[in-house]
């Protein structure tokens, strides 16, 4: 069994009360590692760490070339840690192989490049207040911010919002998830080797309800940014009223992916179901879980879903040759069944997928795992709780519609304003409908293009407080000052 550590004052150490909690790898069903219990007083330890070495160490005196230097030397060593953090990160969240070590982690590093880059380009501005008197502009770190991070994509949410962080002279302290915390505290031994001051960076794995209830609230803590459900991020916004903490919240989603009849139905269809099934079995807060399709063709747009479903193999994910994994937890497993009843109890229809388990997989190894085989039904009622709530899982509901109006009045009828996808032949059409879709991305003819010099955020409930990405991603993590000075 292994056991992963807390990352506290530049140590790798167990949680003070000596507690542990188990991860579960759930291709199999078998707890395979161990990771800290912290509680209040680890989280205690971080915050004094984090403040000291925010006021007393060199990172925010060093010049910019300087730090920008230092992260580019961390993204080398994530890039070059790829085989080995991507397996510990497949093992405890179930995502595939393929993706963790070739896409997810590499993609990783070249994002915290980038990130390391824009550290040097912060600017402020000059204004001119009247003739005897002008102002400038200062950006300034904000202090000691706080990651929460979810179980979906620990290491690469955890390698973005870290060296944004830090590019931007903060210290961190960061709370993975605790169903899947072992990829980011592995990923902490790297700091050995690296010219990053001991404090800037902290990991304190542990329960949501115990240290992120208390990060929430810590008057120590200047800034949290928060990616998981639309739920705790309430729960969060309510704690964090105290000090009236500075918050960007990454929530959920029900995206729409509307594809009209004039669109290259093929790669309309592999980019639908690359949008809520492959590789990471829907668990994406930007999964296009409602496939809205205009009704001329929707009898063979669902066919050829139905079709590529049933073509997606779903089982191990250390396998090379996997297109879809398991669910990442025994409650998200459960939660996912229960959507499946659901949607035959309101009355969907169930074009294909629903069975579970080892229905799904052959391997007896296997035969525990949370795998649940990539499932859509078809109806034509967005009020269904299948059709309104984020599942996080692989089901999807295809809802026809007639015209632009009426696409355009399901696609926003949501709390949710994540993504929305639009698949059409007409590029008239495609900017008309992209401005009247309330979602903060919009992609044409392709799915899920997510880049870090692209702006991300959610519009209605799925986020507050910003977008992340984007050449301006530094300024989430800094205040603005300004300066106003008479020259009379
Ligand atoms: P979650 O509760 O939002 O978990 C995300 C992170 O928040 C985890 O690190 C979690 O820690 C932490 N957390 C939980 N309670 C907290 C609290 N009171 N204060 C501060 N932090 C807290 O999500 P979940 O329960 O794992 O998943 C439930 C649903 O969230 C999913 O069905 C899905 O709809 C949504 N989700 C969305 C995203 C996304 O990318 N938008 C990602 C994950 C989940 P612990 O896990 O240690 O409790
Ligand atoms: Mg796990």
Redesign the pocket.
Same mark, same amino acid.
């Given at each position: 069994m292994q056991q992963f550590l807390n990352y506290i004052a530049g140590e790798h150490r167990p949680a003070r009360a000596g507690g542990w909690l188990d991860s579960v790898n759930p291709a199999t069903g078998d707890v395979w590692a161990q990771v800290p219990d912290s509680d209040v007083d680890d989280l205690e330890d971080a915050v004094r760490s984090a403040r000291a070495a925010y006021d007393d160490s060199d990172w925010r005196t060093v010049p910019m070339a300087v730090r920008a230097a230092r992260l580019r030397s961390w993204a080398d060593a994530v890039e070059a840690s790829a085989d080995w953090l991507g397996e510990i990160e497949t093992r405890d969240n179930g995502r595939p192989l393929n993706e963790t070590q070739h896409t997810q982690i590499p993609g990783a590093a070249m994002q915290m490049r980038y990130l390391a880059g824009l550290a040097e380009t912060i600017v402020g501005d000059t204004i001119d207040v009247r003739p005897s008197a002008f102002a400038y502009t200062v950006w300034e770190p904000v202090g000691v911010c706080a990651l !929460? @991070? $979810?179980?979906?994509?620990p290491l690469p949410l955890f390698f973005a919002k870290a060296t944004a962080a830090l590019a931007a002279g903060n210290a961190i302290i960061v709370? $993975?998830?605790?169903?899947a915390s072992a990829g980011i505290l592995a990923a902490t031994r790297l700091f050995d080797e690296l010219d990053i001051p001991p404090g800037m960076v902290q990991v304190v794995s542990? +329960?949501? #309800?115990t240290?992120?209830?208390a @990060?929430?609230s810590h008057r120590g803590i200047g800034k949290i940014s /928060?990616?998981? #459900?639309? =739920?705790?991020?309430r +729960? @969060?916004i309510d +704690?964090a009223a105290g000090n009236v903490k500075n918050l960007l919240l =990454?929530?959920?989603?029900k995206s729409p992916n509307i594809v009209f009849a004039d669109a290259d139905l093929d790669r309309a269809a592999a980019g639908a179901s690359a949008g809520i099934f492959t590789p990471n079995a829907g668990?994406?807060?930007v999964a296009g879980s409602r496939i809205l399709v205009e009704e001329s063709v929707y009898d063979d747009f669902v066919e050829r879903l139905r079709v590529r479903a049933g073509g997606i193999q779903v089982g191990d994910p250390l396998d090379p040759g996997t297109g879809m994994g398991p669910i990442a937890?025994a409650?998200?497993f459960k939660?996912v069944q229960s959507y499946v009843e659901l949607g035959r109890s309101e009355g969907a229809s169930l074009v294909t997928g629903g069975r579970v388990g080892a229905d799904v997989v052959s391997s007896t190894s296997l035969e525990h795992g949370y795998f649940v085989e990539p499932t859509l039904f078809a109806t034509r009622d967005n009020s269904l709780r299948v059709s309104q709530e =984020? !599942? /996080?899982g692989p089901v999807a509901v295809a809802i026809p519609f007639r015209s632009e109006d009426e696409a355009i009045m399901i696609a926003n009828d949501t709390p949710y304003g994540l993504a929305a996808g639009l698949w059409t032949g007409d590029v008239g059409r495609a900017h008309r409908l992209a401005r009247r879709l309330d979602a903060g991305s919009v992609w044409v003819n392709t799915y899920k293009a997510l880049h870090w010099a692209v702006p991300f955020g959610g519009h209605k409930e799925s986020g507050t407080g910003g977008t992340a990405n984007g050449p301006t991603a530094l300024r989430e993590w800094m205040d603005a000052k300004s300066v106003v000075l008479d020259l009379s």
């Open positions: !929460i @991070i $979810p179980w979906n994509g709370k $993975p998830a605790q169903q542990g +329960r949501g #309800s240290v992120g209830d @990060i929430s /928060f990616t998981g #459900s639309t =739920e705790t991020g +729960r @969060i +704690r =990454e929530l959920g989603g668990q994406a807060c937890t409650g998200q939660a =984020e !599942i /996080f």
